[in-house]
């Protein structure tokens, strides 16, 4: 995809935390592209916030145009690579699976300030939602080794970012989805992901 071409400039604004950034720092990191990790703190959110587009981050600046919604930025990213699918049947299949992980981690109230409506709330999502999604992906997955076709895929960095996630708020999520968590460790198994998990800064999110 990038040979014979000048890289543009790459500068991701996001906060010091994984979230919704990871995915495309995930992408960086296989691809191979150099790009600016730029993290701010929560203190200097309100003055940020206004000067993006829809308020919200993350956001990737692009030859000074400004892109946001991370999944968009993610498939713009993956455009023309093995990441995105090498069919587009296979693409469709990536996405799909992609959409369905993010609206599972869309329910979640992150913003909630009532902390104890926030922790019910996510309670009832871990323990009654979540075992209904990891069997289906599960059954998605079957015996493959990635979930699309015999090669890896955005969907299957998307799987190890939620989850990893997840795992943070109810360790034992997966002791019953062993071909889930090796998926996992296969993205994590990758050199280039490796490497990054390795230099990345330790956030709990």
């Known amino acids: 995809m990038w040979e014979n071409c000048t890289m543009p400039n790459y500068k991701l604004l996001y906060f010091n935390m994984r979230g919704r950034a990871e995915i495309i720092?995930?992408?960086?990191?296989?691809?191979?592209?150099?790009?600016?990790?730029?993290?701010?703190?929560?203190?200097?959110?309100?003055?940020?916030?206004?000067?993006?587009p829809?308020?919200?981050?993350?956001?990737?600046?692009?030859?000074?145009i400004t892109l946001h919604q991370s999944l968009a930025i993610a498939r713009y990213l993956?455009?023309?690579?093995?990441?995105?699918?090498?069919?587009?049947?296979?693409?469709?299949?990536?996405?799909?699976?992609?959409?369905?992980?993010d609206d599972f981690m869309s329910l979640f109230p992150w913003a909630e300030t009532n902390q104890d409506r926030k922790e019910h709330m996510f309670n009832e999502l871990l323990t009654r939602q979540a075992p209904r999604l990891l069997k289906d992906l599960d059954t998605y997955l079957g015996d493959k080794e990635w979930f699309i076709g015999n090669y890896v895929t955005w969907a299957d960095f998307y799987w190890d970012v939620c989850s990893t996630t997840l795992l943070v708020l109810k360790p034992d999520l997966l002791d019953i989805y062993p071909r889930l968590a090796s998926l996992r460790n296969r993205?994590?198994?990758?050199?280039?992901?490796?490497?990054?998990?390795?230099?990345?800064?330790?956030?709990k999110l």
């Open 25 to 52: 720092r995930y992408i960086f990191a296989y691809l191979d592209i150099k790009y600016e990790d730029h993290r701010i703190e929560q203190a200097d959110w309100p003055q940020i916030k206004p000067t993006l």
């Open 54 to 64: 829809f308020g919200k981050i993350p956001v990737l600046e692009v030859e000074g």
């Open 78 to 101: 993956t455009k023309n690579t093995d990441l995105a699918g090498k069919t587009e049947l296979e693409q469709c299949q990536a996405d799909a699976v992609v959409d369905t992980l």
């Open 187 to 203: 993205v994590q198994d990758i050199p280039a992901i490796s490497a990054w998990i390795l230099k990345r800064p330790q956030t």
